[in-house]
């Protein structure tokens, strides 16, 4: 199992190109995520998956939009760069598991994607 | 709205003492908590949670941590810190039982160990 798998590992942007990050997992989880950590401020949620076919807005979706490609695959892409989206980027994919009776949601993280916009 | 604080950016601690990660939480529910850890250059790696089983919550490489509703706390705590526990850990709380929970993190502690 290589579990969540990000591409590329570091990206340099000009303002105003676009790109595609890319995100795999292999664990057969329904759920998906993508987050931006910026020092000092935690990871905040951009968008995220409940399941194939299924997206919506998280914390801080603006400049950004998402494709759930299938159940493997949530790819995130930035239309027109911006120096603000400078930032590292994690995807996760969670899977719905029981522990006494109540659900949870743990969620497994890839190694991350550093992004420089100039 | 849900949300954590973790009190303290940064702790340093010397190889063999007490580490204590202080983490208060908001939650107008029964929340599900956790703690992550962030290694240099790595994603977060889930280190424990707490579903509302048992108060205490062993998890892994030695850590634990206790859930005190009257406090409103969660805070992680280790016996004896090891070198290789320098790191990144964040707090996060979640309420949902859905598929896609929206888990809420903190802005992290750094750890550092003193040889």
């Known amino acids: 199992n290589a579990g969540v798998t990000q591409t590329p590992k570091f990206q340099v942007l000009k303002t105003g190109q676009s790109m595609t990050l890319q995100c795999a997992q292999d664990?057969?989880?329904?759920?998906m995520y993508w987050y931006r950590q910026d020092p000092g401020m935690g990871l905040r949620l951009i968008y995220y998956?409940?399941?194939?076919?299924?997206?919506d807005k998280g914390e801080v979706p603006n400049g950004y939009n998402v494709s759930r490609l299938n159940k493997r695959e949530f790819s995130l892409r930035l239309e027109s760069a911006a120096p603000s989206q400078t930032s590292v980027y994690f995807c996760?994919?969670?899977?719905?598991?029981?522990?006494?009776?109540?659900?949870?949601?743990?969620?497994?993280f890839g190694p991350g994607t550093r992004l420089t916009v100039l | 709205a849900q949300s954590v604080t973790q009190l303290g950016s940064h702790v340093s601690v010397s190889e063999g003492a007490l580490v204590l990660l202080r983490c208060n939480y908001s939650?107008?529910?029964?929340?599900?908590l956790f703690w992550y850890v962030q290694y240099p250059n790595q994603g977060l790696q889930l280190l424990l949670k707490?579903?509302?089983?048992?108060?205490l919550v062993k998890g892994i490489n030695g850590f634990e941590a206790e859930f005190k509703k009257s406090e409103t706390s969660f805070h992680l705590t280790k016996p004896s810190a090891h070198m290789s526990d320098a790191a990144e850990y964040f707090c996060?709380?979640?309420?949902?039982?859905?598929?896609?929970?929206?888990?809420?993190f903190g802005s992290g502690t750094r750890l550092s160990i003193r040889p």
């Open positions: 996060a709380v979640s309420d949902q039982e859905s598929s896609a929970s929206k888990i809420i």
């Open positions: 707490y579903t509302s089983a048992a108060t």
């Open positions: 996760a994919s969670s899977v719905l598991g029981r522990t006494g009776g109540q659900s949870t949601d743990t969620q497994y």
């Open positions: 939650s107008s529910v029964p929340p599900y």
């Open positions: 664990m057969n989880h329904n759920s």
């Open positions: 998956s409940a399941s194939e076919g299924t997206t």
